[in-house]
Structure formats: structure tokens, C-alpha cells
């Protein structure tokens, strides 16, 4: 009997010394990744620690050494990145996610758009004002938002009227605060955000598909990682971005 009381006050010991998980995600998982979290340590008793940004940022914290276990990415291209550079073990990597883009407005403003008509988001925008969206060089949310205006002819109308911004929640609060009278954000976005409402939903066919994949960072500890992305794939975890507005692809 004594020795199983010290073998568990060891464990004890153990558990309360581990390091958290360290999951690098797109700050647009910001809600459901929270909930997961809880679950997850409800479950196994581990802490995750949650490193939220701009999915171009994280990969070059990645690759530049920051300790990361798990990343999370908001577009293929930068998991595409790492994996180029035996930053990620590909046999872990899974597209779990699927998401779209909405145009947003302060929620008490009376502005309406029309996608066919690009005169009609300069009406939006006023005299002075700006589109938000996250930076469109190497931000998934951006890059898509720029494929979609492209695609929808309004590109060259709306080029030098853009704020951007650092990931896209970043974007969302420039709406959100009244300073910028439309923006471009994931629709998950804007189901969080109260001081928002949706003005259009951008034609999936008009950028390139949006799709999260995850996979385990090569430096780190193969079991925990592991664990927590079945855990992120498991029936629970698919319910909480469901809710969340996430499109969960099939594995």
C-alpha cells in the first residue's frame, strides 16, 4: 500500500511538472481551440498553451526555432513551408477544416453593398475611408480576400484603399471599432463578434478553397502531440467547430 501512495504522489509530481502542449494556431481557431483546450485537460489533466496569429507568422516562428508542438495552419501554403524544410512530419499532416469569407460592417451602420458592382464598396467606404482585411502578401485570410476581389472585378478599385492588418482578427476589431466601415474576415469571425454584422458572403468559387491543416512539428515529443491531434479530430472536438462555423472535412 505504501508503495502504490508513492508511486501515485510521483505521478502527481510528474503531471504537475509537465510542460503544456504548445499548439501554434491561426488566430481565427482562437474560440474553438480554447474549448477544445478545456476539454482536453478535463480528459487527461495536460495544459495546452495557445501561441494565436497571422498562420505566416507561426511558420516562421517555427522555423526560425521557437518551441512549438502542434501547428495549426489557416491555408496549405505555409504547412507547405515547413514541410519543404523537415519542419513538420508529414505522415501527421491532415486537412480538418474548411471555412469562408464574409464582408463585414460596424453593426449599427446602414451600409449594403453589391459584389457585381465595385462602385458600390467605394460608396461604402466614404470619402476617406478603408477596406480592413488581414496583410495580403502572406496572410492566408488576405491572400484569399485579394483572390476574391480579383475575381470579382473590384481589385483595381479597392487596391489603394486597404487597411491591413496582422492577422485577421486584427481585421475584424478595425470594424468592430468603428474604424474601418467594411472588412473582409472568415466567416467564423464574424459569428463571434457582436459589434459586426455580415453584408455578403464571397463566392467560394472566387479564391482558392479554405482548408486548415494540422500536423505534429518535427521537434517535438511524438506521443503528446500526437494525442492531441486525434484529440482534435475526435467526434467532441468536430462538434465544437461545427458550432463554430467551421466546415469539418471528412478525414
Not at 57 to 62: G, V
Not at 82 to 89: A, F, M, P, S, T
Not at 182 to 197: C, F, H, N, S, W
Request: proline residues 6%; aromatic residues 6%; hydrophobic residues 50%.
Amino acid at each position: 500500500m505504501l508503495l502504490l501512495r508513492i508511486l501515485f504522489l510521483c505521478l502527481l509530481c510528474q503531471t504537475a511538472g509537465a510542460e503544456p502542449l504548445r499548439v501554434f494556431a491561426a488566430a481565427s481557431l482562437k474560440e474553438s481551440l480554447e474549448q477544445i483546450a478545456i476539454d482536453w485537460r478535463a480528459a487527461n489533466g495536460g495544459e495546452v498553451s495557445l501561441v494565436l496569429a497571422g498562420s505566416s507568422a507561426l511558420a516562421r516562428q517555427i522555423e526560425a526555432g521557437a518551441p512549438a508542438d502542434v501547428f495549426f495552419s489557416a491555408d496549405a501554403e505555409w504547412m507547405d513551408y515547413l514541410q519543404q524544410r523537415g519542419l513538420i512530419d508529414p505522415a501527421t499532416r491532415a486537412d480538418l477544416l474548411g471555412n469562408s469569407l464574409v464582408v463585414v460592417s460596424p453593426a449599427g451602420a446602414s451600409t449594403a453593398i453589391d459584389l457585381a458592382r465595385p462602385q458600390s464598396w467605394l460608396l461604402a467606404l466614404g470619402h476617406d475611408g478603408r477596406l480592413a482585411l488581414a496583410e495580403i502578401a502572406s496572410v492566408p485570410a488576405g491572400r484569399y480576400a485579394r483572390q476574391s476581389m480579383i475575381a470579382l472585378g473590384a481589385w483595381n478599385a479597392l487596391e489603394g484603399r486597404l487597411a491591413q492588418a496582422e492577422n485577421v482578427r486584427a481585421a475584424l476589431a478595425f470594424v468592430a471599432l468603428g474604424e474601418s466601415p467594411l472588412g473582409i474576415v472568415y466567416a467564423t469571425d464574424a459569428r463571434v463578434e457582436p459589434r459586426v454584422r455580415v453584408l455578403a458572403i464571397l463566392p467560394n468559387a472566387s479564391h482558392q478553397p479554405i482548408v486548415y491543416p494540422l500536423a505534429r512539428v518535427t521537434a517535438a515529443p511524438a506521443g503528446p502531440a500526437d494525442a492531441f491531434i486525434a484529440h482534435l479530430k475526435s467526434p467532441r472536438s468536430r462538434k465544437v467547430f461545427q458550432a463554430a462555423g467551421f466546415r469539418v472535412l471528412d478525414p
